[in-house]
């Protein structure tokens, strides 16, 4: 069983309110995102090209297969969550990846979440209008 989870590595990456699980494996290059291919799922070119980051650091990109599934967020945060999966397996699969990885800061989960509105205001810092008379 443990040698299945070294050829299959499969991690987890999150940003904003979006979780991706990621799996790797040997293959084409061929990247899923929800059953459909990253081309179809995430229009934006930056966006797949921020996906494939990881992959062309470590110079992995027609080695594996990447197949993701990711819940929650909008496309930005759930393109950044699946970077930081495919970044987290690469790791798994092979720990030589991980000075490069770590220095271009593709290890680091992006702490910036929503704030959460407060009582007595209209949203986060917005405030009721004040009026003196």
């Not at 940003?15 to 929800?34: Q, Y």
Request: proline letters at 5%.
């Amino acid at each position: 069983m443990a040698e299945t989870a070294t050829t299959t590595p499969i991690s987890t990456g999150r940003r904003k309110e979006a979780v991706a699980r990621v799996r790797l494996r040997p293959g084409t290059g061929a990247i899923t995102v929800n059953h459909r291919t990253v081309e179809h799922y995430f229009p934006r070119e930056a966006l797949r090209l921020s996906i494939k980051a990881p992959l062309l650091l470590a110079q992995q990109l027609g080695k594996y297969d990447v197949i993701a599934n990711v819940d929650g967020g909008g496309m930005t945060g759930q393109a950044g969550a699946i970077k930081l999966g495919i970044a987290r397996a690469l790791v798994q699969l092979d720990a030589a990846h991980q000075p490069a990885l770590r220095k271009a800061g593709l290890l680091t989960r992006d702490p910036r979440m929503k704030e959460r509105k407060k009582y007595g205001q209209k949203g986060a810092r917005k405030r009721f209008q004040w009026t003196k008379r």
